[in-house]
């Protein structure tokens, strides 16, 4: 007789920068999505896959939660949210904290209609000492009956097993729904884009605020050569924020450029030769034609 296997899919949820995207890749044991220190990094569902001898895992990494302040910030929040009733199991992700956030709180509001289990995951518990730990799952068990807490680090992969343990006693029998080997159903041009975006926010800092987007506008293989040509456009919101991209001589670009190309080349597995221009889009972030050709488009929510 066969053994059981168990599938199903699995939304991560949570406030803007409490480790979301991180902890996917932490399980997936691959770098699916961009991790930025600054909150709103993840725009759009990312899907990724873990597959084990017995059972798939779905993963939906979705944007963190928040009150919107323009229509980029709508297409985030109800991409969160429109997870929340597809999934078998919804993990809401916080920081150890002894009094929640008000975002926690308002995530919390959302999820009240949510008929699916909702699995409270406790982050980042390298930075508490452990006594705090109990005084956390009491004030957070408090505000929701949550179906089961588990505390990890994504960072450090503390605790991880045990999470994974749990999510599998959640997962219905079911079909292997992906080959195996794949770990996302991103197409690479958008992990491309994604992964220059992640190097913009970095290199940049505080300089510009989040009004960045990127564009692959070609990924072509050279005829006959193990080389691929990408280009790729950075939008951004004002003229003074493009002369900061820039920089002096170039060096900022250069630098965006340099880092970019090194994880590009991993994803695509041969050398690349990478072009990328700065342009302005005044408010691309409130134009629903450009948040459509920059990959949010609300018809596929």
Known sequence: MANKFYSGFV??????????????????GEKIAIISNKPQTTRNKITSILTKDDFQCVFLDTPGIHKAKHKLGEFMVRSAENTFNEVDLVLMLVEPLTEAHPLDRYVIERLEKVKTP???????????????????????????????????SAMKGENTEQLLS??????????????????????????????IREKALYVLQDEIPHGIAVEIMSMKQRPQKDMVDVEATIYCERDSHKGIIIGKGGNMLKKIGSMARKDIERLLGSPIYLQLWVKVKKDWRDNDFLLKNFGYDKKKL
């Not at 939304?11 to 997936?28: A, E, F, H, Q």
């Not at 009491?138 to 929701?144: F, K, R, V």
């Not at 749990?166 to 996302?184: C, W």
């Open 118 to 152: 909702v699995v409270l995951v406790i982050n980042k518990i390298d930075t508490i000492e452990k006594d705090k730990l109990l005084e956390v799952i009491a004030h957070y068990s408090s505000l929701y009956p949550f179906a089961q807490v588990v505390p990890v």
């Open 11 to 28: 939304s991560l949820v949570g406030r803007p920068n409490v480790g979301k995207s991180t902890l996917m890749n932490c399980l997936i």
């Open 166 to 195: 749990v999510i599998k006693s959640y997962l219905p029998e079911g079909p292997q729904y992906f080959p195996a080997d794949m770990v996302t159903d991103q197409p690479e041009r958008q992990i491309a884009a994604e992964i």
